[in-house]
Structure formats: structure tokens, C-alpha cells
């Protein structure tokens, strides 16, 4: 037997040795752990009041919004009785003589409720034209006297056209697809299939690509002009540096309506900007920049510069200025020792204001009101449309679902591509 090695006597010590350690590791370990315990609950007791805060007045709310995008019982509150009757239909022609008679008797109590309207906007939505046919028709059981309903109902043609009825048996279900289904410019047919809308009537999609085109866009114009911004500024005495920063962040210290204000001055065709163009050499003639494409971008870019901007200056700060000097002494090129050395440290504060900035522009409403054409109307104007002006709330909350939707998925494959975790912000 080695020296070296333990005897037979001494390995039931050693054993026991080891295990008394681990006991103790164990117990070193757990209370560490019931430490760090106590640490998270303090701080989340701390921060338990803004949670609950953020949930009551920015949470809760977006979740009822968007639960609008597929729960609508407008019209199942407002036809329980043809709602009935049209559970037994197969689906298939025409309904039974019930289901027009059900429908004149859930007309005339709607009538008497005072819901006609809301009940006509409802099925309007579904059927274009049918506001007009509902108060049509309740105009007209009001007036028949002892005239049979079912006469008069089928004395309307738009209650005996093919598509009428499957429309009217769909939106007997609270639980609908509808909304999500046009907000992606696609609908149910007679035939219980999904089927594109005709190309006259779809938009959304447009919308949506037009809205994501402007936002990345406007990343990239930021990302030009804000790069190079940021390096000098980084480079530059700090004296020098201040006043640079006090000029990014002017924006900030102006309410955004009165920046697009301005920018509309500024781009009008006997404005500033053809001014300089005209004066530089750029145009040979004025240029319609409002209400235009280009105008919009510009207009962006000017209020969304600092988001872009900031995030990477606060990492090119962090840099050494040594580093790059270091590669020049090993015999690298500018252009080589840049984008090896300096780069891959600038690149999340890049990521971080990329990101930031494209999110933001997918939700721009006042600059594309004021300076974009009719063609140039982003997503959120047409929420706010369906808000303010249509009173359709359940295709706002679609569009904004499906709006959320895309985001998500884009900023999911923006993190598995380039890394969530070297997102720096500041």
C-alpha cells in the first residue's frame, strides 16, 4: 500500500469528514438563499404600490380593450329569439318562416328598448348597407297595423339575399373571429370557409406594411445621421460634447404638436426646405414635400432622432479611446481595427436604439395627421378613427391586437437573432 494513501482505518474519518462539509455547504447554501428571499420580497413590497398602480391604470384596461377584438354581444343581446331559431338551421339556403318572424318580433322590441341603432351599426359592420334595411324595416312593422310580419319581412329583399342570413347567424355568437378576420382583410364566406376580401375593400393589410416600411425607414435614416452624431459628440471636448447634447435633446423640451407644427412651416412648397434645396442646387424646382411620403419621414426622423442617438452615445462613451490606437500599433487598417474592435462594443447600444425607435414609430398618430397625405395614414390613425369618429371599438381593439401581435413577433425575432441580453439602453 502507497504512503501516499489512506489506510482502511482512516477512510470511515474521511467520509465522515466530507460529509460534515457538505452538511455545511448545504446549510451555507440554503441560507443564502432564504436571504435572498427576504431581499426580493422587501423589494417587491417596495414596489408593490406602482405594480399595483400600473396594473389598475395601464393593465387592466389594455386587456379589456383587446378582449373587443373577439367579444361582441351586440347582436346576440339584441335577436335572442332569432338567435333560437337560427340554431337549428343547417346553414344551407333560406331559413325557416320562424326565423323571419322571430327576427320582426326582436326588431319591434328593439324598437321599443331604444336599441334599433346600436343593433342596425352592429349588423352594418357585417353587412354593408344593412343600417338603412334594419330601420327600414322597423319603420315599416311600426306602420303595417295587423299586416302580417312575416309579409313584411319577406317584402324586403335584403332579408331574402344569400348572404343576409349566415352573417346575422355569426354574429349571434359573442365569441367572434370577425374583427381579427377583417382587421387581416379576410372574412367568412356563405360556405363557412375563410376567403379574401374583394381588393376594392381590402386595406388593413396595406396599412400595416405602409406602417412598418415608414417605421423601419425612419430607424434607418436616425441610425445615419445619429451614428456618426454620436461619435463626435463622444470624441469631442466636453465642452464641446454639452452644447451637442443640449442641441439633441431640444426636441424633448417641445411638445410634439407643436414640432410637427413646425415641420409643416418648414416643408410647405415656398418653405425653408425648398428654400435651401433651390439654393444648394438639390431640386430645379420646388418640391411637394407635405402631404407627402418623404415629408413624413423627415418629420419623423427630426423627433425620433434623440431615441436613436442616446443609447449609443452612452455606449461609445464607455470605450477607450486607447483601444483603437492599440489596433493601429498591431498593424490594423481604420476601416479593419473599426470593425473589429470598436463596432462589436457600440453594436447593443445600436440594437438598443433601433429597437426603440422603430417601436415607437409604429404607434405615430399626430405627426402622420398633419403631415402625411391620405395615402400615408399609419395603423394608429385608423384606431383612432375607429375610436373617435366610428365608435367601433371592437375593430380598434382588433387592429391594436393585431398590431400587438406583429410587434411582439418582430422584437421576439430581433432578440433571438442578435440577444436580448446586449440590449444596453444607457
Known amino acids: ?21 457538505d452538511a455545511e455547504s448545504r446549510s451555507v447554501s440554503a441560507a443564502i438563499r432564504r436571504a435572498e428571499f427576504g431581499d426580493r420580497l422587501r423589494t417587491l413590497a417596495l414596489a408593490a404600490p ?7 391604470s395601464f393593465g387592466i384596461p389594455i386587456v379589456l380593450l383587446l378582449s373587443r377584438a373577439i367579444y361582441d354581444p351586440t347582436i346576440a343581446n339584441a335577436l335572442p329569439q332569432t ?21 320582426a318580433a326582436d326588431l319591434r322590441d328593439n324598437q321599443a328598448k331604444g336599441t334599433t341603432y346600436e343593433l342596425a351599426k352592429a349588423l352594418n359592420t357585417r353587412l354593408p348597407g344593412a343600417r338603412s334595411q334594419v330601420l327600414k324595416t322597423v319603420r315599416q312593422l311600426e306602420a303595417a297595423g295587423d299586416k302580417p310580419r312575416l309579409e313584411i319581412m319577406k317584402g324586403v329583399p335584403f332579408w331574402s339575399a344569400p348572404t343576409t342570413w349566415p352573417a346575422i347567424r355569426n354574429g349571434t355568437h359573442s365569441i367572434t373571429s370577425f374583427y381579427l378576420l377583417s382587421a387581416l382583410d379576410l372574412r367568412w364566406n356563405p360556405y363557412g370557409g375563410i376567403e379574401r376580401v374583394p381588393p376594392e375593400q381590402a386595406i388593413f393589410l396595406q396599412v400595416f406594411l405602409r406602417t412598418f416600411f415608414v417605421a423601419a425607414a425612419v430607424t434607418l435614416a436616425t441610425l445615419l445621421l445619429g451614428f456618426p452624431l454620436a461619435y463626435l459628440i463622444a470624441n469631442v471636448p466636453k465642452g464641446l460634447a454639452a452644447i451637442l447634447i443640449v ?9 410634439i404638436l407643436v414640432r410637427t407644427a413646425a415641420w409643416t412651416v418648414l416643408l410647405q412648397k ?14 430645379s424646382e420646388r418640391l411637394d414635400l407635405m402631404y407627402s411620403r418623404i415629408g413624413l419621414i423627415i418629420a419623423m426622423t427630426h423627433i425620433q432622432l434623440p431615441f436613436t442617438l442616446l443609447p449609443i452615445y452612452s455606449v461609445m462613451r464607455t470605450i477607450a479611446p486607447s483601444q483603437m490606437k492599440a489596433a493601429y500599433s498591431l498593424g490594423a487598417k481604420p476601416f479593419t481595427a473599426f470593425r473589429r474592435v470598436y463596432f462589436p462594443q457600440v453594436l447593443p447600444g445600436v440594437m438598443a436604439g433601433c429597437l426603440l425607435t422603430f417601436i415607437l414609430c409604429l404607434g405615430y398618430y399626430i405627426t402622420p395627421a398633419l403631415i402625411g397625405g ?31 401581435v406583429f410587434t411582439l413577433g418582430l422584437f421576439g425575432i430581433f432578440a433571438r437573432v442578435l440577444g436580448l441580453n446586449r440590449l444596453k439602453m444607457v
Open 1 to 21: 500500500m502507497s504512503a501516499l494513501q489512506p489506510s482502511e482505518l482512516d477512510r470511515p474519518a474521511l467520509a465522515r469528514g466530507r460529509s460534515a462539509a
Open 50 to 56: 406602482l405594480l399595483l398602480l400600473l396594473g389598475l
Open 83 to 103: 338567435s333560437q331559431v337560427l340554431g337549428a338551421w343547417n346553414g344551407e339556403g333560406l331559413p325557416a318562416d320562424a326565423a323571419f318572424t322571430a327576427l
Open 247 to 255: 442641441a439633441v435633446l431640444l426636441p424633448f423640451w417641445t411638445s
Open 270 to 283: 415656398f418653405g425653408l426646405v425648398n428654400d435651401l434645396l433651390l439654393w444648394l442646387g438639390f431640386a
Open 374 to 404: 391620405a395615402s400615408d395614414q399609419l395603423i394608429s390613425n385608423f384606431i383612432a378613427n375607429y375610436v373617435n369618429v366610428e365608435l367601433n371599438w371592437e375593430m380598434a381593439a382588433a387592429l391594436s391586437f393585431i398590431l400587438l
